[in-house]
């Protein structure tokens, strides 16, 4: 009995001294590489946020339709997912998104594009009686007779009598408009091809994407990010769209009551400048305002457009898109100042009618790539933890 406890007691293993059980390892090659990697992609990352605003600007006929073509097919997947679930084969579902996208926006297109020309061309007809609608209240600030008496010369005199000197046929639809500016017509004929095969592979390259990452938690994410890419796209743009014809609508009938001439293109205007906030109705109050003036003899008549307009807007924007929107779809304020300054410093009208659905989208991936590893999410293992795992080992 002695001997076999003897035995037991020589092959008890020592005990590890407390200093190396609380010593963290000391950090592995692997690691050190990974936070060089990290940082490269951090100086990258900078480098590419200073450059990136003058290289989208510096190559706006490249980038802005393709990335107007983009937002335009996120917007379009739903529809072409409920066609592929009725079995309808991609090509063809594809085709028949784009054709009824083309038939809506040259049909809205052409109403406010055609009467738009001939009100343009009888602008400086109209510019005497736009003066005696206004002598009333110039009359209360005379100081800027003379500032109205020079810019209503510079117009006679300018852009827009030669504008009027060569005027030809008015287009009778939008294909009529783009096929008078060449350049025009590539830029939207490219548009077109990248949203048909956009939608066309959309199913295999969300596919391919998501069954590239590593993971399946990686792959979990990814799915997520796509879906709610295209869920608040689509869904903001469907949404501000039926508020907006909607508006429009209200606004031509309100037009059209009290005799207003072209009341579908005005109200097609006030729909189109709704896309951009808080920018687009203050503009869209100036035209009618403007119009009002051409049309009628009498100040407050001529004023009346304008007022409809504003009144319409302070209900749907205080009272009808919240109610619509609700808190899902809300957005900072602040960040649709900053996002319509940005694009449309960059691109102009066009930017700015793209400044929130890009928003959306860049808030929806920032916000699943999570903060502040943002290169842990796009390398998907992560740069920026990587090693934790060496000393949670050691730490067990």
């Given at each position: ?65 393709v990335t107007a073509a983009m937002v335009i097919a ?323």
């Amino acid at each position: 009995m002695r001997a076999e406890q003897s035995e037991r007691i020589e092959r008890r293993p020592e005990p590890v001294p407390l200093d190396r059980l609380r010593r963290p390892p000391e950090p592995t090659l692997e690691y050190q590489r990974n936070r060089l990697l990290a940082g490269l992609v951090l100086v990258a990352s900078i480098g590419l946020l200073l450059g990136l605003p003058f290289a989208l600007r510096a190559g706006a006929e490249f980038f802005l339709p393709v990335t107007a073509a983009m937002v335009i097919a996120i917007a379009l997947v739903p529809l072409l997912e409920w066609l592929e679930r009725r079995r309808v084969p991609s090509g063809l579902a594809a085709f028949l998104c784009l054709f009824v996208f083309l038939v809506i926006a040259n049909a809205a297109l052409a109403s406010i594009v055609v009467p738009a020309t001939e009100w343009f061309t009888a602008l400086p007809e109209r510019i005497p009686q736009i003066q005696a609608n206004l002598a009333p209240l110039i009359d209360f600030y005379s100081n800027l007779q003379k500032f109205v008496d020079d810019t209503v010369q510079m117009l006679a005199s300018g852009p827009v009598a030669a504008a009027q000197a060569s005027a030809v046929e008015a287009p009778s639809s939008i294909m009529d408009y783009v096929s008078s500016a060449p350049h025009a017509a590539i830029q939207v004929f490219f548009a077109i091809l990248v949203i048909y095969f956009f939608l066309c592979g959309w199913t295999r390259l969300r596919e391919r994407t998501i069954t590239s990452r590593g993971s399946f938690g990686g792959a979990l994410a990814t799915a997520r990010v796509i879906q709610n890419v295209v869920d608040s796209t689509s869904a903001y743009l469907g949404t501000i769209t039926l508020i907006n014809v909607t508006l429009g609508l209200l606004v031509a009938i309100a037009l059209w009551l009290i005799g207003m001439p072209s009341p579908l293109m005005w109200g097609g205007i006030v729909a189109l400048l709704n896309y951009v906030p808080y920018i687009g109705p203050l503009l869209a109050a100036i035209l009618l305002g403007l119009g009002g003036l051409m049309t009628f003899s009498d100040v407050w008549l001529a004023l009346l457009p304008a007022a409809i307009q504003i009144a319409l807007h302070v209900v749907e924007a205080n009272a009808v898109t919240p109610a619509i929107l609700g808190k899902r779809l809300t957005i900072n304020p602040l960040l649709i100042l900053l996002s319509l300054s940005f694009w449309g410093w960059v691109w102009g009208t066009p930017g700015a009618l793209l400044a929130v659905p890009l928003l959306i989208i860049i808030q929806t991936v920032a916000s699943a790539a999570g903060k502040p590893d943002i290169a842990g999410f796009l390398f998907e293992e992560g740069t920026l933890v990587a090693g934790h795992g060496e000393h949670e080992e050691a730490d067990e």
